[in-house]
């Protein structure tokens, strides 16, 4: 039975959810900040965060599991320790699992408000057709838009809409950064499983160009997402007190450094790479947060 609440808690891969739990918390807390509301209780702030960020890890987590339902292949090859592989938990019952945690956030988010089960509905779309018909996990390029849109940017406004209106100039500009650093950085979970895919049919930049021109393609696309923002205070969409989010350029860099060196991170079932980006992702929005608190 231990084996079993392991093996559906390695399902959700926990790690994952943070990504979710910490950016959508930060934006929520930097727009109601931003926006100057003070019409709600202290009380309703928190239980509205609480409600919408785990709707948010929810769908991670019925993504995750779905991915893996459908990933059953692949994952022998690449991935043998993973519940599904070892015979603990079925593809079946991971579709199930992930069937009743879409259902779950969808009627949670639907206590937020509609527009923001507007997006999580928008957020689910996109990561059920990354694993099931159309599966666009199997075409190159799209994979990474697959990735980029629901976990950047439409999360991103799924977020700041929770008190604020999303299509405002800072969210839609927060939103797309944290976009373009996706389409890169989602490249790096790819190198472990550049045998297994190629050999599922699945293309990704690693499998058809190689790992030291993905690591380049990857740096352009995550640097340039942050070397936005500069160019964004110029224009005034972004505040001036938010420059500082620009150095973490250095990070990309080092990230793209680490894809070429491959090392897996035992911990996290990845590479150091991939590690890094998650990070550099929530200090992108823990800065975010933190700048937007102290000088709005």
């Known amino acids: 039975m231990n084996q079993r609440i392991r093996g559906y808690v390695d399902l959700l891969r926990p790690f994952t959810l943070l990504a979710p739990l910490v950016v959508s918390s930060c934006v929520m807390i930097a727009s109601f900040v931003y926006t100057g509301k003070l ?19 929810l769908v991670n987590g019925a993504s995750n599991a779905l991915n893996q339902a459908t990933d059953l292949n692949e994952d022998r090859l690449s ?9 603990i938990i079925t593809s079946k019952e991971a579709k199930m ?4 945690l879409y259902v ?27 694993s099931i018909f159309p599966r666009m996990k199997r075409v190159l ?13 439409f999360g991103i406004l799924a977020s700041w809409s929770v008190f604020s209106n999303p299509f405002q100039p800072v969210p839609i500009a927060i939103g797309s950064i944290a976009a373009l650093f996706l389409f890169g950085g989602t490249t790096t979970k790819d190198i472990l499983d550049a045998h297994a895919d190629k050999t599922a049919g699945i293309q990704t930049l690693v499998n058809v160009v190689g790992v030291k ?13 942050f070397l936005m923002i500069p160019l964004l205070i110029m ?18 860099v080092y990230i793209a450094w680490l894809m070429t060196h491959n090392k897996k991170n035992e911990r996290y079932e990845n590479t150091s790479s991939w ?16 700048l937007t608190i102290s000088f709005s």
Request: proline share 4%.
């Open 39 to 57: 019409d709600f209780s202290f009380s309703t702030i928190v239980l509205t965060i609480l409600a919408a960020s785990f709707t948010l890890a």
């Open 79 to 87: 991935k043998p320790y993973r519940p599904i592989p070892r015979g």
């Open 97 to 100: 699992i992930a069937s009743v």
């Open 104 to 130: 779950c956030a969808f009627l949670l988010s639907l206590t937020v408000h509609l527009l923001f089960a507007t997006f999580v509905g928008t957020i689910m779309v996109f990561s059920i057709t990354y």
């Open 141 to 153: 390029f799209m994979n990474q838009l697959w990735v980029a849109l629901p976990r950047g940017l």
């Open 213 to 225: 021109t993905t690591a380049c393609i990857a740096c352009l696309c995550m640097s340039t997402s």
């Open 235 to 252: 224009f005034n969409v972004l505040a001036l007190y938010l420059l500082p989010l620009a150095l973490l350029t250095v990070l990309a």
């Open 275 to 290: 590690t890094l980006m998650y990070t550099t992702y929530l200090l992108f929005a823990l800065g975010f947060a933190f």
